[in-house]
């Protein structure tokens, strides 16, 4: 099993920024690729971004290109998403997946709430 806990969500202005953190315990070698997703209330989950581990390769949403950067610390097997110019309809729960490819996510964490004010 793979444990995944997001933290760094909070309220922020529209242009602001926050950096989420994902830290992955556990079996983690099983994951190959990590990844965000965000849902909104209403709304069906939105892939944002991932990274393969090994070469940290990275696959950002288009709706968030140019202002979401994705990176991990291998050391801490922790991810980061750093979302800059942050807009209201970024408004979401984000969650953390691992998984071993680009579409195939196993583990899940429980989500961190992001919510940009206008």
């Known amino acids: 099993q793979v444990q995944l806990v997001e933290s760094g969500g909070g309220l922020v202005q529209a242009g602001g920024s926050l950096r989420l953190s994902c830290a992955a315990s556990?079996?983690?070698?099983?994951?190959?690729?990590m990844g965000w997703f965000r849902q909104a209330p209403g709304k069906e989950r939105e892939f944002v971004a991932a990274i393969r581990w090994s070469s940290s390769v990275t696959y950002v949403a288009d709706s968030v290109k140019g202002r979401f950067t994705i990176s991990r610390d291998k050391a801490k097997n922790t991810v980061y998403l750093q979302m800059n110019s942050l807009k209201p309809e970024d408004t979401a729960v984000y969650h953390c997946a691992g998984g071993t490819g680009w579409a195939s996510y196993d583990y899940w964490g429980q989500g961190t709430q992001v919510t940009v004010s206008s």
């Open positions: 556990g079996r983690t070698f099983s994951t190959h690729v």
